[in-house]
T-cell receptor
Framework: DAKTTQPNSMESNEEEPVHLPCNHSTISGTDYIHWYRQLPSQGPEYVIH???SNVNNRMASLAIAEDRKSSTLILHRATLRDAAVYYC??????????FGTGTSLTVIP | DTAVSQTPKYLVTQMGNDKSIKCEQN?????MYWYKQDSKKFLKIMFS???????INETVPNRFSPKSPDKAHLNLHINSLELGDSAVYFCASSQEGWQTEAFFGQGTRLTVV
């Protein structure tokens, strides 16, 4: 399985940008990069996804390296409600979503 | 309306019992999943169903049996419950395709005593 590597935890001050990195050195050409987050006591929720180009939506931005071996989820202004575990996932054959260990984001008021 | 709903939200039961968790999605998706999240918070896929057919069955004891009566429902039946089955179980659904997103339910916290 194509795997992802993320830091176990990160901290950010409230209202500052947060850059959450993900390494996926074994990514293949057709793997989509997905990001999900899991708020405390809730199910995972979709954040953003991309293939090659950088992507923006109302929640975040996704910056994908030119060689696609890494990506960065960018939260432009962290709020306390953004405190969650963020998962970087490669989506490929068979419709599976395989979750890694994720990054636990702490937002400091 | 909740997109993916699971019942019950909490389930406490004794070892050896048989229990079921129900999942329904109203999104018209053709793929549904069951995930298990253990005490270390690791989310592991258990089953994936596409159009009522099983397409993934990860290394899961055969005491766990998914049942999909129609595309909108994927229930999880567990026989002879063990202490190690205690976890949070999440149901999810998605449309087919690598670029589609998954929607997750709120989870069922199963405690086996």
């Amino acid at each position: 399985d194509a795997k992802t590597t993320q830091p176990n935890s990160m901290e950010s001050n409230e209202e500052e940008p947060v850059h959450l990195p993900c390494n996926h050195s074994t990514i293949s050409g057709t793997d989509y990069i997905h990001w999900y987050r899991q708020l405390p006591s809730q199910g995972p929720e979709y954040v953003i996804h991309g293939l090659t180009s950088n992507v923006n939506n109302r929640m975040a931005s996704l910056a994908i390296a030119e060689d696609r071996k890494s990506s960065t989820l960018i939260l432009h202004r962290a709020t306390l409600r953004d405190a969650a575990v963020y998962y970087c996932i490669l989506r490929y054959t068979g419709n599976q979503f395989y979750f890694g260990t994720g990054t636990s984001l702490t937002v400091i008021p | 309306d909740t997109a993916v709903s699971q019942t019950p939200k909490y389930l406490v039961t004794q070892m050896g019992n048989d229990k079921s968790i129900k999942c329904e999605q109203n999104l018209g998706h053709d793929t549904m999943y069951w995930y298990k999240q253990d005490s270390k918070k690791f989310l592991k896929i258990m089953f994936s169903y596409n159009n009522k057919e099983l397409i993934i069955n990860e290394t899961v004891p055969n005491r766990f049996s998914p049942k999909s009566p129609d595309k909108a429902h994927l229930n999880l039946h567990i026989n002879s419950l063990e202490l190690g089955d205690s976890a949070v179980y999440f149901c999810a659904s998605s449309q087919e395709g690598w670029q589609t997103e998954a929607f997750f339910g709120q989870g069922t916290r199963l405690t086996v005593v």
